[in-house]
């Protein structure tokens, strides 16, 4: 036999062997030694793929002892990776075995069999079998227990790193993260339920990717911040459900400061397989945002990449809130969990966010379509007995009515990131609940929602600010509303329900009407002072007249207030007192509430939700600020990044007096200044059929080139005053004013500035740019260039015109008439050239 037969031989019986292994247990196993006297390491082998290597120890002990990445050494010891299982409080590891186990060395691989520890109670049998394929290296994990038992923990495997440090954090398959800075306690655990890691750090481009293969198997994961300051990463695998351990009557913490596992216990299964899979990862390649001009890219990056995501708890819980906040809440009344999306870019957190929506349409909305307003690992914020099994309830302070626009809006948004009509038809009879349910609640029919309580005096609040008494008609909620109205109504057209549509939009327009009145008139434009107020009670009292600026803000953002001046004085007023006191970013309010329309530990001025400064509302007064003066929006979008710089954002807040960090509930919220940057400065909005694009830059910015994810196509946009360019690779469209860019196999449409459907479409396979020079009902002129240098047919398909009706059309120094057909379309077939083809059609 040839040597190279024998190799192929060799390799196949490795294989087999992952499967085949033969795993014979004894009954008569002494007692293991604990974990801190490791034995004398054994022969060693190495498996390596040229990015990866693995040096795994065989004798005594059966472990992997390093882990090196690109020559970077991330693992070093002899209890570098290694299984275990605990029960009846007794730990046995792979590290302690009760017999040497038998290596198959191969090219490819090593099969190591007969993996036995444990004792006369219980044992396990492992065999392990190590395999290069391609850029993966992986573990297969073959087990076999002598009888099934409950056990307290059971990993396969346990890995430690060199250090806490070795990692910034671990990006999880749902799209959110496990971000090490936030383990300031040792020990310290944080589990997820995700069946992939990718680890990252900031320092270096070298990053790994953890993903565990068990079919039919549920698969946990745990991170902890152990007390010789390393970072113990643990693999749990079982038939089973995998549930907290904590609190005994909630069970769903996930993150545990002190010793002590985060899960239930789970059963020891007969016979169980899974496969780890590693795979080296370029991470400056993987988060390469592009070039940013005039601001930090760098900074950005990190917090998108972190604060933006560490309000994802689980798969299936994704909110504002940290989960390493105490009591871990999610507030379903944030309306920009779905934006954050748009900022962070990440394919895996859009997909995940579409499964949480899922099981908040499932679990989170009542019968009669209230949304609860809240989640926790615990029920301690609850009112009494307002909160289901599933963890969701309503908060003690009131009833936080924006929790029903605001899943609504979450729907629409993520909708628009992802285009998913099958997805968004399966939420459209629980988003009619939710608005139906909170539309019912304008009584006395003028378009403005009323809350739950009526008057200050009930001391309850009824949205997001939930410590300050609104109440009846409050400007908060119906802003809130009215986006998520105008959002929705053009879903339930798309669905093809007119009806649906046309109320929710008449509604959103009466809703406009009455929230623009002067507050003599029963609307909440206070003439005095020039601002929207908080809110009304049922008696006509006005209250919150002191600058509440989100309220403000999403009135400008949102399109309820449209008439100039008042946005003027507005944002005027609010960069006039900004100048004043030097703040680094917008306060909540900015001047005090009145005693009596909050809670009496919120005075004096400024104090907490009476005047100190909430970085969530970055996007709505980016937005807000970015169509009037746009250099006052990138003020503040830098004054973040520098205040990222300073302290890592991560805080609930900034105290108003000297504008350090306050509160224990980290908010990913905070990064909603940079999401900003990219929705209203760079202006990339992406929506369901189109990446619209509306930038409004300053000078400073020019020359960015951003790259950026929309709907799996990797996109680069170029931006510079007056001239943005979309191009996928193919096709590059060029224009000096806003458009809508989609392109898919060899088609391209362009959407003029922002309609919502295709002014023009471009078949052809050829490489080529697109250059709009004028766009308007008289005339249309473009340039179509060649970007391979090779002349080919294209078909243009101009929309939207006048239906049967004669055209002139230029191509080239060629002129002709043509007439529309009954559709509005003309259609006709060219050559693109290098030199570039100047095409017009007007109308006669």
């Known amino acids: 036999m040839k040597s190279h037969q024998k190799r192929a031989l060799l390799n196949s019986l490795l294989i087999k062997m992952a499967w085949l292994c033969s795993i014979t247990l004894t009954n008569s196993v002494p007692v293991l030694a604990t974990r801190n006297t490791l034995p004398r390491p054994g022969k060693t082998y190495v498996i390596e793929n040229g990015k990866i290597q693995l040096v795994i120890n065989c004798g005594n002990q059966a472990s992997v002892v390093s882990m090196a990445l690109n020559g970077r050494q991330v693992i070093n010891a002899p209890d570098g990776m290694y299984t275990a299982l605990n029960y009846n409080g007794k730990t046995f590891t792979s590290l302690h075995l009760l017999r040497k186990p038998a290596a198959v060395p191969g090219k490819d691989g090593i099969v190591i069999n007969n993996i036995i520890y444990g004792d006369d109670e219980l044992s396990v049998a492992e065999c392990w079998t190590f395999l ?32 806490i440090k070795t990692w910034d954090g671990a990006f999880q398959g749902y799209g959110g993260l496990a971000w090490f800075y936030l383990f300031t306690d040792k020990p310290s655990s944080y589990g ?86 590693f795979k080296y990862a370029n991470n400056t390649k993987r988060y390469d945002r592009g070039h940013l001009t005039g601001v930090n890219g760098k900074q950005i990056s990190a917090v998108l990449n972190t604060i933006a995501r560490i309000g994802v708890i689980d798969s299936l819980h994704y909110g504002g809130n940290s989960w390493a906040t105490p009591y871990g809440p999610i507030c379903l009344h944030e309306q920009y969990i779905a934006q954050l999306g748009l900022g962070i870019n990440d394919p895996a957190y859009l997909k995940g966010y579409k499964a949480c929506l899922d099981f908040y349409r499932d679990h989170a909305i009542k019968a009669d379509g209230r949304v609860y307003s809240r989640w926790a690992y615990s029920n301690e914020d609850a009112a009494p007995g307002q909160y289901n099994k599933y963890g969701f309830y309503e908060a003690q302070w009131g009833t936080l009515m924006d929790s029903n626009p605001d899943y609504v809006s979450n729907v629409a948004d993520l909708f628009d990131l992802t285009g998913n009509n099958n997805w968004v038809k399966g939420q459209q009879q629980a988003c009619e609940k939710a608005l139906d349910w909170i539309l019912n609640r304008d009584k006395n029919h003028n378009g403005l929602v009323e809350m739950m309580n009526d008057n200050q005096d ?122 004043k006191e030097k703040l680094f970013f917008w306060p909540l309010t900015l001047t005090s509430y009145e005693p009596g329309e909050l809670r ?22 980016v937005a807000a600020y970015a169509k009037y003066k746009p250099q006052i929006a990138l003020k503040y979008v830098k004054n973040v990044l520098q205040q990222y710089g300073n302290d890592g954002l991560a805080f609930q807040r900034y105290s108003r007096k000297d504008q350090h960090g306050q509160g224990d509930d980290i908010l990913a919220g905070n990064s909603l200044a940079i999401v900003g940057l990219y929705q209203s400065i760079y202006g990339v909005n992406p929506l369901y059929n189109r990446l619209y694009l509306d930038p409004h830059l300053t000078p400073e910015l020019a020359g960015t080139m951003l790259k950026y994810h929309y709907q799996d196509q990797l996109l680069n946009i170029r ?126």
């Not at 929230?515 to 206070?526: E, M």
């Not at 399109?559 to 005027?572: A, H, M, P, S, V």
């Not at 004028?774 to 078909?795: C, D, E, H, P, Y």
């Open 132 to 163: 290069r394929k391609g850029d993966e290296i992986v573990w297969q994990i073959a087990r076999k227990f002598s009888k099934k038992v409950a056990l307290t923990a059971n990993s396969a495997p346990v890995i430690n790193f060199k250090s």
């Open 192 to 277: 997820v339920h995700s069946q992939t890691s990718r680890f990252w750090n900031s320092r270096n481009a070298d990053g790994l990717d953890v993903s565990v293969s068990s079919p039919g198997n549920k698969v946990a994961m745990t991170y902890k911040y152990t007390a010789d300051n390393r970072l113990e990463y643990t693999i749990v695998v079982s038939p089973q459900a995998i549930i907290p351990r904590l609190d005994k009557d909630t069970h769903r913490r996930l993150f545990i400061r002190g010793d002590g596992n985060v899960w239930e216990p789970v059963p020891g299964v007969n016979n169980s397989t899974q496969s780890v899979i």
């Open 458 to 579: 009930e001391q309850k609040s009824s949205d997001w600010i939930d410590i300050v008494w609104a109440s009846y008609e409050n400007a908060f909620v119906n802003a809130k509303l009215y986006y998520a109205l105008s959002k929705w109504a053009k879903i339930e057209k798309l669905l093809g329900n007119i009806t649906k549509a046309e109320y929710y939009k008449n509604f959103a327009a009466k809703l406009k009407e009455s929230f623009n009145k002067p507050c003599s008139q029963g609307g909440l434009w206070d003439e005095e002072n020039n601002c929207y107020v908080h809110w009304r009670d049922k008696s006509g009292a006005i209250h919150g007249r002191n600058m509440v600026t989100p309220v403000n803000f999403m009135a400008i953002a949102y399109g309820i207030c449209d008439q100039q001046e008042r946005q003027q004085q507005i944002l005027d007023g609010i960069e006039e007192q900004m100048q």
């Open 600 to 621: 009496k530990d919120q005075l004096p001025f400024p104090n907490y939700e009476n005047g100190d400064l909430f970085l969530s509302w970055g996007a709505v007064g």
């Open 719 to 844: 931006l510079s005053p007056g001239d943005y360019i979309i191009a996928d690779g193919r096709v590059e469209l060029r224009a000096a004013e806003k458009f809508g860019f989609y392109a898919t196999g060899n088609l391209l449409s362009y959407f003029d500035k922002g309609d919502e459907n295709p002014a023009m479409q471009i078949t052809g396979s050829t490489r080529y740019r697109l250059t709009i020079n004028l766009w308007t009902g008289q005339q249309k002129t473009f340039t179509i260039n060649s970007l391979n240098g090779k002349a080919q047919r294209v078909t243009f398909r101009i929309r939207a015109l006048k239906p049967l009706t004669m055209y002139s059309l230029r191509v080239g120094g060629k002129i002709s008439s043509t007439k529309s057909n009954s559709k509005g379309d003309i259609v006709f077939t060219d050559n693109t050239s290098a030199g570039g083809r100047k095409i017009s059609i007007t109308a006669f």
